[in-house]
């Protein structure tokens, strides 16, 4: 089976950096994902791990230890605008679903 | 804008009623999933198809079901409708399929079931 775990709220600053962490237990990894979900819209992807260590993509960035089953997600220059879900996903290759999603962690950026 | 496109946006219904759903992929994408999400859920996997034919199979509902066809447009049917199936329906596309695809999420779609 597959268990993810995200904090479920977490808070920070206008102009901070927000770290949002991801952890998992699947039997047959084969990826992690990213997503953004702002409230009663569609998740968009943001970054696609496969392989230890950091993919950056502008103020965005995922970081990924296959030995840990850990991943994080970096998001830098906080802007009132990134206040939304964002969920982790991770492929698992030995059951049913094709992606498995977190519950995701709601983020709020204040002022 | 993903280019993934979901019909109707919202949906308001009774209990026992039958609804269909409706998804029409990107351009040159193969394969469509389902999702639902409940507000105290995350997302849940409903069914996948590629090219016409099921391919993975979630947590769906004898009472769910879903196709996709020739044109690859796909359709969620949700039947004898409860008060606990209001939730929002994605459907999401990809290229192919296969355990190195991104999947592309449409508008989704919202019901209520009153």
């Known amino acids: 089976g597959q268990n993810i775990d995200q904090p479920t709220e977490m808070t920070a600053t206008e102009g901070a950096i927000v770290q949002i962490n991801c952890t998992y237990q699947t039997s047959g990894f084969n990826g992690l994902f990213w997503y953004q979900q702002h409230a009663g819209e569609a998740p968009t992807f943001l970054s696609y791990n496969v392989l230890d260590g950091l993919e950056e993509k502008g103020r965005f960035s995922s970081f990924l230890s296959r030995s840990k089953g850990y991943s994080y997600l970096l998001l830098k220059e906080l802007q009132m605008k990134d206040s939304a879900s964002y969920l982790c996903a991770v492929r698992d290759l030995s059951g049913n679903t094709p992606l498995v999603f977190g519950k995701g962690t709601r983020l709020s950026v204040i002022a | 804008d993903s280019g993934v496109t979901q019909t109707p946006k919202h949906l308001i219904t009774a209990t026992g009623q039958r609804v269909t759903l409706r998804c029409s992929p990107r351009?040159?994408?193969?394969?469509v999933y389902w999702y639902q999400q409940s507000l105290d859920q995350g997302l849940q996997f409903l069914i996948q198809y590629y090219n016409g034919e099921e391919r993975a199979k979630g947590n769906i509902l004898e009472r769910f079901s879903a196709q996709q066809f020739p044109d690859l447009h796909s359709e969620l049917n949700l039947s004898s409708l409860e008060l606990g199936d209001s939730a929002l329906y994605f459907c999401?596309?990809?290229?192919?399929?296969?355990?190195?695809?991104?999947?592309?999420f449409g508008p989704g779609t919202r019901l209520t079931v009153l």
């Open positions: 351009s040159g994408d193969l394969s």
């Open positions: 999401a596309t990809s290229l192919a399929g296969g355990p190195t695809d991104t999947q592309y």
